[in-house]
């Protein structure tokens, strides 16, 4: 079959190009949304109209309105100073950046609050951001679309802890289903009578009944919310782990008691300055700890992962068309770096498709992570060669990509690491490579070879750089090039080629045109 007819009919999507052109999401270019949450109020500026959205700004500002809630029944009078400065702050910023008008939420302080309601019209009078102050479930309903930006189609428990409250939806094939909202956030526990006891027993009684409401829930527990990840950050701490993404981050459930057991064994200023943890978050840690121990208990899921995405995210979600949402927010993050920093963008879809029969019993998981290496092969161009390699594994590694497990973050890093390179021994980057099993980080050599050969063969996005042919029972590989690429094969082309076959194990063979 035709390379390029191939490409529009099944591998791009049905729209055969990338759907940020489409009017439609590009209204969504840059969004604006604030969360006005019990602990800290944020402002997040997506940009980019993908369906993999860049934070063109974030900002968050603990500015505590649900302390001493339970007790007074009000907003914390400092934290409606300093929130009101914030949401000033952020309108104000929004205006600059062209975002068009911001939409805010306000969630379990604002709803629980006495002077909730006139805070909200005060806010609007003075600032006039109109707060939609949301309950419990509809909280929980967007922080799990957030969670589904990241994963799309996928199963399982999000669990979102706030200030103040604390919220389970279901996520099933992609959609949101059963949803709950609890009192369980750190702030309330607080001031429970009783002491650590007392307190156990006032979670595991609220738990018991949302496990009754929420059904048996054995899949994997998404984590969501700014404490959870506070505790995830100690727990790599503890682990010694070498990546320091918290997106994706995997915790067993043994895990989650050992890191309760660290937490108390260690002093928490320190701990805190050795994770990077603020001291006003570092003060609820104790009980979301405890909180989550409950959780874990309670429904005892397969897994457990973070995630970075949640309400805010969510929030951007719900603006999207379905199609958009249907959509790899890897594939699409790709495509948009490939369009903004490659020299030629495009190749990459050539150069996709020219070294995939090497490839083409790879498990579709797989491909999709070809597909992405290729994209992005060359937008480091610009790069001083002798750093490119590491940069771009640097990129890959740490970029804000949601789709996308550690181990592949590191396959996609040593993939466009051997683009430039054909060692992975000596770089500051050792230590991640053991996320990854050994005969993956084959793979990874072998596409980040094939990448560095195929990128000679640079043409214009139209012409064919000819044909790749794998006979692994023969343990040859046999290159068929095009008159259009015969001229480009030369000597350093041929050592690339040798050395792909190489990483194979098979011996090249080359067929020129005339
Ligand atoms: C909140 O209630 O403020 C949370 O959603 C976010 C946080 O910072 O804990
Ligand atoms: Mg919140």
């Known amino acids: 079959m035709d390379t390029e007819n191939q490409a529009t009919s099944t591998d791009w999507g049905p729209f055969g190009r990338p759907l940020f052109n489409d009017p439609q999401s590009r209204a969504l270019s840059r969004v604006g949304v604030v969360d006005v949450g019990s602990n800290s109020v944020r402002l997040v500026v997506f940009d980019g109209a993908a369906r993999s959205p860049a934070y063109f700004f974030n900002e968050k500002i603990m500015c505590g309105l649900g302390e001493g809630l339970s007790e007074t029944g009000r907003l914390n009078p400092q934290g409606r100073v300093r929130a009101l400065a914030a949401i000033r702050r952020f309108q104000r910023l929004a205006e600059g950046m062209d975002t068009g008008p911001l ?9 629980d609050a006495e002077d909730g309601p006139e805070f909200r019209d005060l806010v609007e009078d003075q600032t006039g951001l109109r707060l939609h102050v949301i309950d419990g479930t509809e909280e ?13 189609g996928s199963y399982g428990l999000v669990c979102d802890i706030g200030g103040a409250s604390m919220e389970l939806a279901e996520i099933e094939k992609g959609r949101v289903g059963k949803r709950v909202s609890s009192p369980l956030g750190p702030l309330r526990l607080k001031w429970i009578k009783g002491g650590k006891k007392a307190r156990k027993a006032h979670i595991k009684g609220i738990l018991t009944d949302l496990h009754e409401k929420m059904g048996d829930q054995h899949n994997r527990l998404f984590l969501v919310g700014g404490s ?25 459930r043994k895990a989650v008691f050992a890191t309760a057991r660290f937490i108390k064994e260690n002093d928490p200023e320190e701990l805190r ?23 874990v208990k309670t429904f005892g899921p397969r897994d457990i ?21 249907d959509r790899d927010p890897l594939i699409e993050a790709c495509r948009f770096a490939e369009a903004k920093d490659a020299r030629l963008p495009g190749f990459g879809r050539t150069l996709y498709h020219f070294i995939e029969p090497l490839f083409h019993s790879a498990r579709d998981e797989r491909k999709r992570l070809i597909r992405a290496a290729c994209l992005l092969h060359d937008v480091t161009w610009r790069a001083h060669p002798d750093y490119r390699a590491e940069l771009c594994f640097d990129n890959a590694t740490r970029a804000n990509l949601g789709g996308l497990k550690h181990s592949e973050r590191i396959f996609l890093g040593l993939a466009l690491l051997h683009r430039y390179s054909n060692t992975r021994k000596g770089t500051r980057f050792e230590p991640l490579y053991e996320l990854l099993p050994e005969k993956d980080q084959q793979a990874a050599e072998v596409l980040g070879k094939a990448m560095r050969f195929g990128a000679m063969l640079w043409l214009d996005r139209e012409a064919k750089p000819g044909k790749l042919v794998l006979r692994p029972k023969k343990k040859v590989l046999e290159l068929r090039l095009t008159p259009e690429s015969t001229p480009l094969f030369g000597e350093v082309a041929e050592a690339r080629f040798q050395s792909l076959a190489d990483a194979l194990g098979a011996t090249p063979e080359v067929h020129t045109a005339a």
């Open 103 to 111: 939409t805010a939420v306000a969630t379990a302080a604002v709803r």
């Open 228 to 252: 959870w990840r506070a505790i995830a950050k100690i727990d790599m701490e503890r682990r010694g782990y070498p990546l320091h993404v918290l997106h994706e981050y995997r915790m067993s």
């Open 140 to 152: 929980a309903r967007l922080s799990a679309q957030g969670v589904l930006l990241g994963w799309p």
């Open 273 to 295: 300055n050795r994770c990077g943890v603020s001291s006003s978050r570092m003060a609820l840690v104790p009980i979301a700890i405890e909180v989550l121990k409950e959780v």
């Open 305 to 325: 992962a973070v995630s970075s995405y949640g309400i805010r995210e969510g929030m951007l979600y719900e603006q999207m068309p379905q199609q958009l949402r």
